[in-house]
């Protein structure tokens, strides 16, 4: 079974595209919406948080993982992968390669959470892989937006943060943008208006189709866990799931 897991609701961007590729496969879903955001948190923080995810998934039988946040895998991820004898799989090489592969003049940019940005995790992977420029921007209002359901495409409150971040990366010329932190294509009508012509790469996505090589063939349902009340995802992820009913199960992380 594959484990998928995130601060929030940002990971079923990976989930939605795991199901669309293998729609039999089962997997295990866990948001941590108690600690959520992650993009704010130190690298100690980080790492604990993203141990603990990993062990709750791999304690309910996940074979292979999949970190459906750009934080933790930017961030921490390849420190964790020597703890753990089953595949961790992030979301950076995934859409750093899909961005390549897209972008025609070579400016690239990346938009994610304050410490994907800082990280530079993103950047140096693009630089390496031969992309001419660079430019990222971090926005962190996205994932409250998102986590709060401020979701539709004409929802005036998200157009106007989207249009002040975005700026930056419109007056660059880049005809490619990551979407790094995976709450983000949750609101991609929003970031594609205000760029009109710029392929939007969703890194949960582009992760999903790697992590898909590890199906076990388990058939089964999603299962959906929570670290607080699950009320809030299930409604977001309704939306955001084009109905599907969700009943996620709210855990106590800290004992993992
Ligand atoms: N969705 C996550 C990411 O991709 C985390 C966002 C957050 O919790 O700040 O970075």
Redesign the pocket.
């Known amino acids: 079974m594959i484990g998928i897991f995130?601060?929030?609701l940002?990971g079923l961007t990976a989930a939605r595209e795991l199901h669309t590729l293998l729609p039999n496969e089962k997997f295990i879903y866990f948001g941590d919406t108690g600690r959520?955001?992650?993009?704010t948190r130190s690298h100690e923080l980080l790492l604990k948080y993203a141990r603990q995810d990993i062990n709750f998934l791999v304690a309910n039988g996940a074979h292979a993982i999949l970190a459906a946040?750009?934080?933790v895998s930017s961030v921490v991820l390849d420190e964790l992968k020597g703890e753990f004898d089953i595949p961790l799989i992030g979301v950076v090489d995934a859409s750093v390669k899909a961005a390549l592969a897209a972008t025609k003049n070579g400016i690239v940019g990346v938009i994610?959470?304050g410490a994907?940005v800082s990280s530079g995790a993103f950047e140096r992977k693009l630089k390496e892989g031969g992309a001419k420029e660079v430019v990222s921007v971090a926005c962190p209002l996205f994932?409250p937006l998102v986590e709060n359901g401020y979701i539709a495409r004409d929802n005036e409150v998200t157009k106007l943060v989207a249009r002040d971040y975005l700026e930056k990366i419109k007056s660059t010329g880049a005809d490619t943008l990551i979407l790094g932190?995976?709450?983000f294509p949750i609101i991609a009508d929003i970031i594609g208006d205000e760029l009109p012509g710029v392929s939007l790469i969703n890194s949960g996505a582009a992760a999903a189709k790697e992590v898909a090589k590890y199906a076990a063939e388990e058939s089964g349902e999603g299962e959906y866990y929570v670290s607080d009340s699950p009320m809030n995802f299930d409604t977001v992820a309704r939306i955001f799931l084009g109905g599907e009913t969700v009943c996620a199960k709210k855990i106590d992380i800290e004992k993992y």
Do not use: A, Q
Request: with cysteine.
């Open positions: 995130d601060s929030g940002g959520v955001p992650y993009g946040c750009g934080t994610g959470t994907t994932v932190c995976t709450h």
